[in-house]
């Protein structure tokens, strides 16, 4: 008799567990850990510009997860999404400013208090969907920035109030360097809590309440719940997102939380791929990136065609139009976004050269 050796020709799942793995392959996660480990690396090897664009990457990217957990993988609109983010901010500045809790502390604290307002925001908008939605997270945003304004003993006001540096061991984590670990920590735990979350009961309840509501209800699915709870989480990663904004600038304004932050957000969701964890980060670096490239690119024109008045006057203009502008293009050629993008270049290559 010969003997024969079975070898594996595929990468063969036997159980729901393993289908639903968060690295389906040895190779992903081995990717994965090189990627965490270059960015413990990075602020060795780059200087506070490109370390000061990571951390924007970063905690908005926190935010923007929150959003996606809420719009793209539960199907309930968001446009007050920078109100939350704002909340968060003030949050945990006044709990430093005021009641003298560690900053490191204070950060998820803000969180937490960011998801009892979004819970509270959650109980009405729960039940609405579509428009009507759309409409009261609109007035949830615009009612967060009048609060905003006029709450001078938690904002300070017009004037805005001073976010103190995070402080480790007594050791103050104020420059790039240092503040980039706190935020890359943050983004580590709370990217990973996000992929398990989806991998989850209430997870699969989210997709189920997105893809057909009905259907989920008569499957015994509660869907006020599912959409109340989706509001708390999205507004947990709103509010932590927005207290590492604040305590890196050192001050918070009301200026800073206005609609066009909301729509930004969803920029980034929606270019990121809508439903893709994955993707809220790849959105969220190309929406941080673009004003930078198109910054780049007048630069060069202008070094091309001399010192326009049209190039000096308009640029912020073309940085405002390119963020629409990009959305749209989005929308149309790719509407499942940089993630999808990505899966289907993977595929291409795991099949190459075959067309099969």
Not at 274 to 289: D, R
Not at 309 to 318: I, S
Request: aromatic share 14%.
């Amino acid at each position: 008799m010969i003997a024969t050796s079975i070898i594996p020709c595929g990468q063969f799942r036997t159980s729901y567990a393993k289908d639903t793995t968060i690295f389906p392959t040895p190779a992903s996660r081995g990717f994965a850990v090189a990627g965490v480990l270059l960015l413990i690396a990075a602020p060795f090897v780059l200087n506070n510009y490109y370390l000061t664009l990571l951390i924007q990457i970063g905690f908005y990217g926190i935010a923007a997860l929150g959003l996606n957990i809420l719009v793209g993988c539960t199907g309930q609109i968001s446009l007050g999404h920078a109100g939350f983010f704002g909340f968060g901010a003030f949050a945990s500045a006044w709990l430093n400013n005021n009641l003298g809790i560690p900053v490191m502390l204070s950060i998820p604290l803000a969180g937490i208090a960011t998801t009892l307002l979004g819970l509270l925001f959650g109980i009405p908008a729960g039940r609405l969907k579509g428009l009507y939605l759309a409409i009261a997270t609109f007035a949830s945003q615009f009612i967060l920035e009048d609060f905003f304004g006029r709450a001078n003993w938690f904002t300070g006001g017009s004037a805005g109030c001073v976010a103190g540096p995070v402080t480790l061991f007594g050791t103050e984590l104020s420059s790039e360097k240092g503040f980039f670990y706190v935020v890359l920590g943050w983004v580590v735990v709370l990217y990973l809590a996000a992929s398990n979350l989806l991998r989850s009961r209430d997870g699969r309840a989210y997709v189920a309440v997105r893809d057909h509501y009905l259907s989920a209800e008569v499957m015994g699915i509660n869907l006020a719940k599912y959409r109340i709870q989706s509001f708390g989480i999205s507004s947990f990663y709103a509010g932590l997102g927005g207290a590492l904004y604040a305590h890196y600038l050192n001050y918070v304004s009301a200026e800073g939380f206005t609609i066009l932050l909301s729509i930004q957000f969803l920029g980034m969701i929606i270019i990121g791929g809508m439903g893709s964890v994955m993707g809220t980060l790849m959105g969220t670096a190309f929406m941080v990136l673009l004003p930078e490239v198109t910054g780049a690119g007048a630069g060069l024109a202008k070094s091309v065609f001399g010192d326009s008045p049209l190039l000096t006057t308009n640029l912020a203009y073309f940085k405002e139009a390119m963020i629409g502008l990009v959305i749209v293009l989005f929308l149309i050629f790719e509407p499942q976004g940089l993630a999808h993008r990505w899966r289907m270049i993977k595929l291409y290559w795991k099949l190459y050269p075959f067309s099969y």
